[in-house]
């Protein structure tokens, strides 16, 4: 089992959603984050004065799927959160020991 | 504890104060001639049509009685007026502070509401309003003695005093709110770092001391007043208030400014505004609010009104719209806050010239002070270095000044033709120098007194019981440290 945790751009989270249950990935947990990355920021002005704001604000998805899975869900990600321009964002994969459905008890790939 | 005791005898000899003052109110009355044994009403028959309430008196052969006209506009006016102050000025200022010191910003405009109003009907009409003299107001309305009805023995009925085709009542109040926001917008300047209890006696210090001869050297024929014998090189024209409102403040503000000292932090901590929702919506408020402030400003129900009223609304538009084009082609994007203040700033500059100018002028007049105002603000504070936390000085001092100059300039005798009798008067139309070089002249004189007049009271001020927060409370911030309330609780 992997954990796919990917750093998104906001207006992209529906696309995303949309494709990956199309490809019958279900199941997802959105976060509100902020960051930065080789984007490094932006600056506002006031009046003339000038403050750099180091955090941009981005979503961040967690999806646990089968190792069989994961290279679907990362081409699906890669395809739809995709604008070629800089602050689209990161995938992270992270391998899963275990995960554990509370209503039934079931456990491993049962449980996704 | 011997804090909290002092502050108990200080409530004490207020509230005495208070009282003593109600109790002499008849033996002033007494001692003021003539206050109480004549019909009031034929005293003060004074046309305000000619420019503003005050400023060119042209005697009646009749009392005009009151028109409900003339008197429902100048009481909706003065409630415009008011409105400018909270939400109006309350709602701008606040959005531009940190969050910490939101409440602090909309306490000192909603204090000082309640604050200017007692001075005013005490002593501060009288001094800006009262007899002939020149150079300062005399005792006639102190108390307010001859603004409120007196019994009249020969009629056997009470007699309310009038001004012109209004109530001396109506006119007072309407004054009186200017009185109001001129001291809450010094506060723009301090934001952040005042103590509560300084702002307020520098407030009416500075409103008895600085607004009061200046309004009455301006607008009750005193030395600053447009064609009165006693004038400084002929006197200038303000017609709402850019010298004895935005000038006075705007400089005071400066000088503010520079004596507290820049915040901490300032220049490497981010202050950014909190919300410009609040801003953009104060902005907004203070434009509607500015019909009454200058519109009012006719005395009456009239063309001159409408010609106030039409400018006003001109200068508003052409100042947001050229603050915002400066951003747009000097930085790339048009602001919100950048639009909001040239609107301001467009309003400020059209404040004195209001009864003056006509309307292409009054669009020329708006979209300099958005220019010359977005350099005050972007450029000339950040290259000199002080921190006027609101822009109290960019905007309104430097508005009004430019505003009081092209009043000069574009002063039409299409609109105060009676003023010279159809001859040109502005520069633009051929009537010469002399008005520019009038309106200059009160600009240095304005300039001139308050900056004297604000560091002897900030100085006299901090060294009695001091002027800034400790830097923990700072910190903290103001409406925890100053007001022990917080103006966010999301829980």
Same mark, same amino acid.
């Given at each position: 089992?992997?954990?796919?945790?990917?750093?998104?751009?906001?207006?992209?989270?529906?696309?995303?959603?949309?494709?990956?249950? #199309?490809?019958?990935?279900?199941?997802?947990?959105?976060? #509100?984050?902020?960051?930065?990355?080789?984007?490094? !920021?932006?600056? #506002?002005?006031?009046?003339?004065?000038?403050?750099?704001?180091?955090?941009?604000?981005?979503?961040?998805?967690?999806?646990?799927?089968?190792?069989?899975?994961?290279?679907?869900?990362?081409?699906?990600?890669?395809?739809?959160?995709?604008? !070629?321009?800089?602050?689209? !964002?990161?995938?992270?994969?992270?391998?899963?020991?275990?995960?554990?459905?509370?209503?039934? !008890?079931?456990?491993?790939?049962?449980?996704? | 504890?011997?804090?909290?005791?002092?502050?108990?005898?200080?409530?004490?000899?207020?509230?005495? $104060?208070?009282?003593?003052?109600?109790?002499?109110? /008849?033996?002033?009355?007494?001692?003021?001639?003539?206050?109480?044994?004549?019909?009031?009403?034929?005293?003060?028959?004074?046309?305000?049509?000619?420019?503003?309430?005050?400023?060119?008196?042209?005697?009646?052969?009749?009392?005009?009685?009151?028109?409900?006209?003339?008197?429902?506009?100048?009481?909706?006016?003065?409630?415009?007026?008011?409105?400018?102050?909270?939400?109006?000025?309350?709602?701008?200022?606040?959005?531009?502070?940190?969050?910490?010191?939101?409440?602090?910003?909309?306490?000192?405009?909603?204090?000082?509401?309640?604050?200017?109003?007692?001075?005013?009907?005490?002593?501060? @009409? $009288?001094?800006?309003?009262? *007899?002939?003299?020149?150079?300062?107001?005399?005792?006639?309305?102190?108390?307010?003695?001859?603004?409120?009805?007196?019994?009249?023995?020969?009629?056997?009925?009470?007699?309310?005093?009038?001004?012109?085709?209004?109530?001396?009542?109506?006119?007072?109040?309407?004054?009186?709110?200017?009185? %109001?926001?001129?001291?809450?917008?010094?506060?723009?300047?301090?934001?952040?770092?005042?103590?509560?209890?300084?702002?307020?006696?520098?407030?009416?210090?500075?409103?008895?001391?600085?607004?009061?001869?200046?309004?009455?050297?301006?607008?009750?024929?005193? %030395?600053?007043?447009?064609?009165?014998?006693?004038?400084?090189?002929?006197?200038?024209?303000?017609?709402?208030?850019?010298?004895?409102?935005? %000038?006075?403040? *705007?400089?005071?503000?400066?000088?503010?400014?520079?004596?507290?000292?820049?915040?901490?932090?300032?220049?490497?901590?981010?202050?950014?505004?909190?919300?410009?929702?609040?801003?953009?919506?104060?902005?907004?408020?203070?434009?509607?609010?500015?019909?009454?402030?200058?519109?009012?400003?006719?005395?009456?129900?009239?063309?001159?009104? =409408?010609?106030?009223?039409?400018?006003?609304?001109?200068?508003?538009?052409? *100042?947001?719209?050229?603050?915002?084009?400066?951003?747009?082609?000097?930085?790339?994007?048009? =602001?919100?806050?950048?639009?909001?203040?040239?609107?301001?700033?467009?309003?400020?500059?059209?404040?004195?010239?209001?009864?003056?100018?006509?309307?292409? /002028?009054?669009?020329?007049?708006?979209?300099?002070?958005? %220019?010359?105002?977005?350099?005050?603000?972007?450029?000339?504070?950040?290259?000199?270095?002080?921190?006027?936390?609101?822009?109290?000085?960019?905007?309104?001092?430097?508005?009004?000044?430019?505003?009081?100059?092209?009043?000069?300039?574009?002063?039409?005798?299409?609109?105060?033709?009676?003023?010279?009798?159809?001859?040109?008067?502005?520069?633009?139309?051929?009537?010469?120098?002399?008005?520019?070089?009038?309106?200059?002249?009160?600009?240095?004189?304005?300039?001139?007194?308050?900056?004297?007049?604000?560091?002897?009271?900030?100085?006299?001020?901090?060294?009695?019981?001091?002027?800034?927060? $400790?830097?923990?409370?700072?910190?903290?911030?103001?409406?925890?440290?100053?007001?022990?309330?917080?103006? @966010?609780?999301?829980?």
């Amino acid at each position: 089992m992997k954990k796919v945790e990917a750093v998104i751009r906001h207006f992209k989270l529906d696309d995303v959603k949309n494709a990956l249950s #199309e490809q019958g990935v279900f199941g997802m947990t959105v976060i #509100e984050v902020s960051g930065y990355g080789r984007q490094k !920021g932006h600056t #506002e002005t006031y009046r003339g004065t000038e403050y750099a704001v180091d955090f941009v604000p981005k979503k961040k998805i967690e999806i646990v799927c089968s190792d069989g899975n994961l290279q679907k869900v990362i081409d699906t990600i890669l395809r739809t959160a995709q604008t !070629g321009q800089i602050g689209d !964002g990161k995938i992270f994969v992270t391998n899963l020991e275990d995960s554990i459905r509370i209503r039934t !008890g079931e456990t491993g790939e049962d449980a996704i | 504890m011997r804090t909290y005791f002092l502050r108990g005898r200080l409530a004490c000899a207020l509230i005495a $104060t208070l009282v003593g003052l109600l109790l002499c109110q /008849p033996l002033a009355a007494q001692l003021i001639p003539e206050a109480d044994d004549e019909p009031v009403a034929a005293e003060r028959n004074v046309p305000v049509e000619a420019g503003n309430a005050g400023e060119v008196e042209i005697p009646e052969e009749e009392a005009p009685g009151l028109d409900s006209g003339d008197n429902a506009w100048m009481l909706t006016s003065s409630a415009l007026v008011l409105f400018m102050t909270a939400p109006g000025l309350a709602m701008f200022y606040s959005g531009l502070v940190r969050k910490k010191n939101v409440l602090g910003v909309m306490m000192q405009c909603l204090f000082l509401m309640g604050l200017m109003t007692i001075v005013w009907s005490l002593w501060g @009409y $009288t001094l800006c309003f009262g *007899g002939s003299n020149p150079y300062v107001g005399d005792l006639e309305f102190l108390f307010m003695n001859n603004v409120q009805p007196a019994w009249d023995a020969e009629l056997g009925e009470p007699v309310t005093p009038m001004h012109g085709t209004i109530p001396e009542y109506t006119f007072m109040i309407f004054q009186g709110m200017f009185f %109001i926001i001129t001291p809450a917008l010094i506060c723009g300047a301090f934001a952040e770092r005042m103590k509560f209890s300084a702002m307020a006696v520098f407030s009416v210090l500075w409103g008895t001391l600085v607004y009061c001869p200046l309004c009455h050297w301006v607008w009750d024929g005193g %030395i600053l007043a447009y064609g009165e014998a006693d004038a400084l090189a002929g006197g200038a024209l303000d017609f709402a208030g850019g010298t004895v409102v935005h %000038i006075s403040s *705007g400089i005071s503000a400066l000088v503010c400014a520079i004596f507290v000292g820049k915040r901490l932090g300032f220049g490497h901590d981010d202050m950014r505004p909190h919300s410009l929702t609040y801003t953009t919506l104060g902005a907004a408020m203070l434009w509607v609010g500015w019909f009454g402030f200058n519109a009012g400003s006719a005395g009456a129900a009239n063309g001159l009104a =409408s010609n106030a009223f039409a400018v006003t609304h001109f200068s508003a538009a052409a *100042g947001a719209v050229a603050w915002a084009m400066m951003e747009w082609i000097l930085r790339g994007k048009p =602001s919100v806050l950048g639009c909001a203040s040239g609107a301001v700033a467009g309003l400020v500059c059209i404040t004195p010239a209001a009864g003056f100018v006509l309307p292409m /002028p009054a669009l020329v007049m708006g979209a300099s002070a958005g %220019i010359v105002c977005y350099y005050a603000c972007a450029v000339m504070k950040q290259s000199m270095g002080y921190d006027d936390s609101l822009d109290a000085f960019g905007v309104h001092g430097v508005g009004g000044t430019l505003g009081a100059v092209l009043t000069g300039v574009f002063a039409s005798r299409h609109v105060c033709g009676d003023l010279t009798g159809g001859e040109p008067i502005g520069l633009y139309e051929g009537g010469g120098v002399s008005l520019v070089i009038g309106q200059i002249v009160a600009v240095l004189v304005t300039i001139a007194f308050s900056v004297v007049a604000t560091v002897i009271l900030l100085k006299l001020i901090d060294v009695v019981i001091g002027l800034r927060v $400790t830097q923990e409370s700072e910190i903290r911030g103001l409406d925890i440290s100053e007001h022990g309330e917080e103006g @966010y609780i999301f829980s």
